[in-house]
């Protein structure tokens, strides 16, 4: 007789998860995943935050400065400079400011062992309204506290022709008195300014804003032909100011005995 296998008597159950806790399962690892990547993210954030704020005063520092709308202007480059030898063992510092309006200032500041000593500025104005006279301009400069007026103190020639000398009323005696100048053109637009304490008397000092005017020189005119021409014609006048300053005086600077015209300008 064939004999028969007989069937097993333990049920053969499929292992498997309930499609229920799968699906929990997923849920709170995609949950996890989100935020982690959240919390990455304010991380992320937190860290740029603090590197802008750390660079919050360099970017401060680096901004222009703006002054009755003159700002400093870091990219324009220099359209004129002087010679230094002129100004031996100084500090020059040279620089351009605009307005606006179309305004630009370049000036040029000595200083020696910390102390200013002399500031040449050449101002092309534009559009812009010139609230203070050029004198007030030049005494505030002068005189940081601004309590003193100016008085003219003669004139002296240069190769832009004769320029008017200021001084400080009531200031330093007269053998010691820093001279401010003075000089406008009128076509092409163009005020040359400035200060010099340079000398140890008068006629020195006279001597060295001559030599300082007469050692300007310019090196672009831009889109100003007639200030390119105003540099060509002043240097055919151009005088050698290599010598001592009782020499110039004698030379092509006016004599230190000219008319004091008395009287705030």
Sequence with gaps: MHSFPANSATPNYTTRIHPVLSSFVDEVCGTVARLCAYVMMLALMALGGIALWQQLPEATAMAPQVRDGWAVATRSAPAFAVSQFIFPGKTEVYQISRHPEGGR??????????????????????DEHQAVPAAADIAARMDPDGALALEAAGAIDSKFGPVTLLRLVGGADDAHACLGFLKRFDDPSLRISGWSCQGENLPARRAAIGCMLNRLMLLTAGNEPRLAELFAHAELRRSDCTASAPALSADWLTGSDNPRLRGAL
């Design 105 to 126: 200032k370049d000036a040029f500041h000595w200083s020696a062992d910390g102390k200013p000593v002399a500031e040449l500025e050449l101002y092309r104005p534009g």
